[in-house]
């Protein structure tokens, strides 16, 4: 497994090269994702013990913004609030030494586009993917095999580069203007989408695998309609 580490501001950023056991996300290859911590948060998991999920989601205001399925903003909820999720997140961020937390440099970016050649990106496995540089994430995607994206910051002016890359989140059947959506939604609202259903969901009868699809990939991606789910 590889990985690079560096800090910008409040937050903390890895990419990692390496397998993943959810055969929704990959079929076993080797894959790349992104991760942004908050320094709050690298700086509890490697300072303390017993604090428990809650308090460590609490801690998400720089790296997940105003999502509204953060732990900042009260409700939580996000699909990576879950306990498997949050002892891979500490084991993570406790291997995160002081001295790794340097400013990006181009050997870090070397080495992160070079671990991309060939590999699917998942973008945000946790975290708000738009705080990464978008010329970083430009760079990963040209030389990915294929990648994945989603972001709630897309009404945001600076957001707007990533429309490129991302998908909008959505839980609701409007569009999403200048940008493609991924709408997350219940069984009542989804029969009245028009968007493709999601081939990798249950509902879509697990017929693909996010790696293998890549539809949700932004305006120069894979795809040109909006995406569905049942939201989970």
Same mark, same amino acid.
């Given at each position: 497994?590889?990985?690079?580490?560096?800090?910008?501001?409040?937050?903390?950023?890895?990419?990692?090269?390496?397998?993943?056991?959810?055969?929704?996300?990959?079929? +076993?290859?080797?894959?790349?994702?992104?991760?942004?911590?908050?320094?709050?948060?690298?700086?509890?998991?490697?300072?303390?013990?017993?604090?428990?999920?809650?308090?460590?989601?609490?801690?998400?205001?720089?790296?997940?913004?105003?999502?509204?399925?953060? &732990?900042?903003?009260?409700?939580?909820?996000?699909?990576?609030?879950?306990?498997?999720?949050?002892?891979?997140?500490?084991?993570?961020?406790?291997?995160?030494?002081?001295?790794?937390?340097?400013?990006?440099?181009?050997?870090?970016?070397?080495?992160?586009?070079?671990?991309?050649?060939?590999?699917?990106?998942?973008?945000?496995?946790?975290?708000?993917?738009?705080?990464?540089?978008?010329?970083?994430?430009? &760079?990963?995607?040209?030389?990915?095999?294929?990648?994945? +994206?989603?972001?709630?910051?897309?009404?945001?002016?600076?957001?707007?580069?990533?429309?490129?890359?991302?998908?909008?989140?959505?839980?609701?059947?409007?569009?999403?203007?200048?940008?493609?959506?991924?709408?997350?939604?219940?069984?009542?609202?989804?029969?009245?989408?028009?968007?493709? +259903?999601?081939?990798?969901?249950?509902?879509?009868?697990?017929?693909?695998?996010?790696?293998?699809?890549?539809?949700?990939?932004?305006?120069?991606?894979?795809?040109?309609?909006?995406?569905?789910?049942?939201?989970?």
């Amino acid at each position: 497994m590889k990985k690079t580490v560096w800090s910008d501001g409040n937050n903390v950023f890895v990419i990692r090269k390496g397998k993943t056991s959810n055969d929704k996300i990959s079929d +076993g290859s080797e894959l790349i994702q992104t991760y942004t911590f908050s320094v709050e948060q690298w700086l509890l998991a490697s300072t303390s013990k017993g604090f428990g999920m809650k308090k460590f989601f609490s801690l998400d205001g720089s790296n997940c913004l105003d999502c509204p399925f953060s &732990g900042n903003q009260g409700k939580g909820g996000c699909y990576t609030h879950k306990f498997q999720q949050y002892v891979g997140f500490i084991s993570m961020l406790r291997s995160i030494k002081a001295k790794d937390l340097t400013k990006l440099s181009n050997g870090k970016v070397d080495d992160i586009i070079e671990m991309c050649k060939g590999s699917y990106v998942r973008f945000g496995t946790y975290g708000e993917p738009s705080l990464l540089p978008i010329e970083l994430v430009q &760079g990963m995607s040209d030389v990915a095999s294929s990648w994945t +994206g989603y972001t709630h910051q897309w009404e945001k002016d600076w957001a707007q580069p990533f429309r490129d890359y991302f998908m909008a989140s959505r839980h609701d059947v409007t569009n999403a203007e200048g940008w493609r959506s991924f709408q997350a939604l219940s069984i009542e609202k989804i029969r009245k989408s028009f968007a493709v +259903g999601c081939p990798a969901s249950k509902e879509g009868g697990y017929k693909s695998n996010c790696a293998t699809c890549g539809l949700c990939s932004g305006l120069l991606g894979k795809g040109k309609k909006d995406v569905k789910i049942i939201v989970h």
